[in-house]
């Protein structure tokens, strides 16, 4: 499209260095050094989906128990409700746990998860804008961190790997910046 | 610069309604102990005056500068605020004219950049000719940033004419049919049994009476959506100034884009099913974090209609995508499709029946059921229209009956791949690939999905557009040191991001 003039008809000879030094400058660090193989989260990350889950259930059983009342129905059925919700809820932790899968490979991350929508994700790390780590409450409490990667994408903030340790994020968010300015894309938006 | 002076009177109309509001509120506060018009009429004054004088001060005090590589603004009449935006951060360039504004000579124009849905800076206002200079000046500036040479272009060449014959069919294609048919569904169930009773419980021919309300709500919707369709790309036109496209539309509300072909990100085909019919479609053309003239959810055709072929030729040109042979999801996805509809036909059907139970209306409500008739032909329409495709350097997918959306995403444009599985998906063995792009997203979004292919073919496609992802960023990396390489050795500055 725009990319102006094509360079077929530079001399061989020119093309060779310029491949060299083109080649020379990819090859600056090892990406195999910042790759990871495939990890499972911190177990810890369940008690912190185990607490979300339960408040919402609770917050449901009691809008339920409201409702039942208001049409003249044994408003115990709500605790009924409740009760199965959470247990329910304590189903999809663990096995949202057992699914989660992230790997930083030696050109994207790859992300594999979701219980009742399972979901495999590849971010090349050309793609990236930046890398957070936060900590709500919960994960404070628990020791747990968050690393956040943003990308152009419409669907950016997506892409966050829960249930870390603080040492663990870190050390991701060290990798995955050396690896996202080792990939150095221009930024073509 | 200083925006246009007659920009004040204005923005005081355009803020009228807020100093009669003020006013009736006041008067109805003050109202306790009669009304007093003196009083009121002093107060209208008064505020009338702040207005008056906030604006006067808010024209004054906007300035803005075109620097060698910056759009200065600085604004602001009690907080200020100084932006520089960047030329070739500067995605798109629209001007925007309504009426009244074209009556006092003064436009609107808008500057965007990739970030946020967000305008980044907005003259409110200037003059016309003030507006298409600093179109064109952003637009040199750019150039001159992007090829040195820059082939300058005054009047650019036409891409695009609409015609009278083209808007004509543009208003009678462009009815919202999804609505529609809701509306007709809703009307001709509930409305019927309910209206014909109140009107007449012994004539059994006012039963008709809910499909013909429905029947003619659906005209009338579709006369409206028509007209405002005729209004809004009345003029339509599309030409190419260098690296840019250009567009101008409107009867009453005149609008100019921009949009650099550098920046695009997707193309989109949409033909509803009455254009598809005549064999008429449009293109949507998708510039990351905004899509030109979009106001709120609205996407702006680049063409709003023309000829099937035509569509795909312009396409073509921007994008050298060359023929597509959609590959169509398994058989099993429309199977898929039939238990899904069922599901909500029965749903409907069981509605019918506690509206029923509860009220003794609808004394046919498990007729109902009678819609598990259309069930099977609509599996296969929505599984006709399905269709994806991948080759070296595009990803083309393609969904829906009543708006057919084609996406071509460009490999080099990808944000992120995935591949995804839904419970029921996982039952058939099926799977969603998504091809995310920085487009503004939205409903419709720009990305690019691939609904219910074999799992299988999901993940290695997946594979397949990120491996070939990285090739192409490679490859553009090389060009661009190469290209960087060859500057130096010019001694001229390195370009910056073709």
């Known amino acids: 499209m725009s990319d102006g003039g094509d360079d077929r008809t530079e001399s061989g000879r020119e093309r060779g260095s310029a491949g060299v030094a083109v080649e020379r400058e990819r090859r600056r660090v090892d990406p195999s050094e910042y790759t990871t193989d495939r990890r499972s989260l911190s177990p810890r990350v369940q008690i912190n989906w185990a607490v979300r889950t339960t408040v919402t259930a609770v917050v449901v059983g009691l809008i339920a128990t409201f409702a039942l009342r208001a049409f003249d129905l044994d408003p115990r059925i709500g605790g009924v409700l409740t009760a199965v919700l959470v247990l329910l809820g304590f189903v999809w932790v663990v096995l949202h746990y057992r699914i989660w899968v992230y790997q930083i490979q030696d050109d994207a991350i790859y992300l594999e998860r979701g219980v009742l929508t399972h979901v495999r994700t590849l971010v090349p790390?050309?793609?990236?804008q930046h890398v957070d780590t936060s900590r709500g409450p919960v994960e404070?409490?628990?020791?747990?961190?968050?690393?956040?990667?943003?990308?152009?994408?419409?669907?950016?903030?997506?892409?966050?790997?829960?249930?870390?340790?603080?040492?663990e994020a870190s050390d991701l968010q060290q990798r995955v910046k050396q690896l996202a300015i080792e990939a150095e894309g221009d930024d073509a938006l | 610069m200083n925006l246009d002076p007659r920009s004040v009177p204005y923005r005081i109309f355009d803020n009228g309604f807020r100093i009669v509001a003020a006013t009736v509120f006041w008067g109805f506060a003050s109202s306790g102990d009669g009304m007093d018009v003196r009083s009121l009429l002093l107060f209208f004054v008064a505020v009338l005056?702040?207005?008056?004088?906030?604006?006067?001060?808010?024209?004054r005090r906007y300035e803005y500068r075109v620097t060698a590589d910056t759009f200065d603004i600085r604004s602001g009449v009690i907080s200020r605020r100084e932006r520089e935006i960047p030329f070739e951060r500067i995605q798109n360039v629209d001007i925007a004219q309504n009426?009244?504004?074209?009556?006092?000579?003064?436009?609107?124009?808008?500057?965007?950049?990739?970030?946020?849905?967000?305008?980044?800076?907005?003259?409110?206002?200037?003059?016309?000719?003030?507006?298409?200079?600093?179109?064109?000046?952003?637009?040199?500036?750019?150039?001159?940033?992007?090829?040195?040479?820059?082939?300058?272009?005054?009047t650019g060449d036409v891409l695009f004419e609409l015609d009278q014959r083209e808007l004509g069919i543009l208003g009678v294609t462009s009815a919202n049919f999804r609505l529609l048919g809701?509306?007709?569904?809703g009307l001709s169930f509930v409305g019927s049994p309910v209206a014909a009773r109140e009107i007449s419980p012994r004539v059994g021919l006012f039963l008709l009476l809910g499909p013909a309300f429905a029947a003619v709500g659906l005209v009338i919707l579709w006369i409206a959506s028509g007209v405002q369709a005729v209004f809004r790309y009345y003029g339509f036109r599309l030409t190419r100034h260098g690296e840019e496209l250009r567009y101008e539309r409107g009867l009453l509300q005149q609008y100019t884009g921009t949009i650099p072909l550098s920046k695009i990100q997707t193309l989109m085909?949409?033909?509803?099913?009455?254009?598809?019919?005549?064999g008429y479609g449009s293109l949507v053309i998708e510039t990351a974090g905004y899509s030109p003239g979009q106001g709120g959810s609205d996407v702006e055709s680049a063409v709003p209609?023309?000829?099937?072929?035509?569509?795909?030729e312009l396409a073509r040109s921007i994008e050298n995508v060359g023929d597509i042979p959609f590959a169509r999801p398994p058989r099993r996805a429309r199977v898929r499709y039939v238990a899904r509809y069922t599901i909500v036909v029965g749903v409907i059907t069981a509605i019918l029946g506690a509206?029923?139970?509860?009220?003794?209306?609808?004394?046919?409500?498990?007729?109902g059921s009678g819609l598990w008739l259309l069930v099977p032909i609509a599996a296969h329409l929505k599984w006709a229209h399905l269709g994806y495709y991948v080759d070296e350097d595009y990803v083309v997918t393609r969904s829906g009956f009543w708006t057919r959306r084609t996406t071509v995403v460009p490999i080099y444009r990808v944000q992120t791949v995935l591949d995804s599985q839904t419970v029921f998906q996982r039952r058939r063995d099926l799977g969603t690939l998504v091809v995310d792009t920085a487009t503004s997203g939205g409903f419709w979004g720009g990305d690019a999905v691939a609904l219910d292919v074999d799992v299988e073919t999901a993940r290695t496609l997946r594979e397949r557009i990120h491996d070939r992802f990285q090739e192409a960023v490679r490859e553009r990396q090389d060009r661009l040191f190469r290209e960087r390489e060859r500057e130096s050795e010019h001694g001229r500055e390195s370009p910056v991001n073709g």
Not at chain 2, 49 to 59: L, P, R, T
Not at chain 2, 355 to 367: K, V
């Open chain 1, 125 to 128: 790390y050309v793609r990236i």
């Open chain 1, 140 to 167: 404070r409490t628990l020791g747990l961190s968050t690393l956040v990667v943003y990308t152009a994408g419409s669907r950016g903030a997506d892409v966050s790997i829960p249930g870390l340790t603080p040492e």
């Open chain 2, 49 to 59: 005056g702040i207005a008056i004088g906030w604006q006067i001060a808010y024209v």
């Open chain 2, 99 to 154: 009426v009244v504004q074209r009556a006092l000579g003064i436009a609107e124009v808008r500057l965007e950049t990739a970030g946020g849905n967000a305008t980044e800076a907005t003259l409110r206002y200037v003059s016309r000719r003030e507006a298409s200079r600093l179109q064109e000046l952003i637009s040199d500036r750019k150039r001159s940033d992007a090829s040195p040479e820059g082939s300058r272009e005054e």
């Open chain 2, 182 to 185: 809701l509306i007709l569904v």
């Open chain 2, 269 to 278: 085909i949409r033909e509803n099913v009455l254009a598809r019919a005549a």
């Open chain 2, 305 to 312: 209609i023309a000829e099937r072929d035509r569509v795909l």
């Open chain 2, 355 to 367: 509206i029923h139970l509860w009220t003794d209306e609808l004394p046919y409500w498990y007729l």
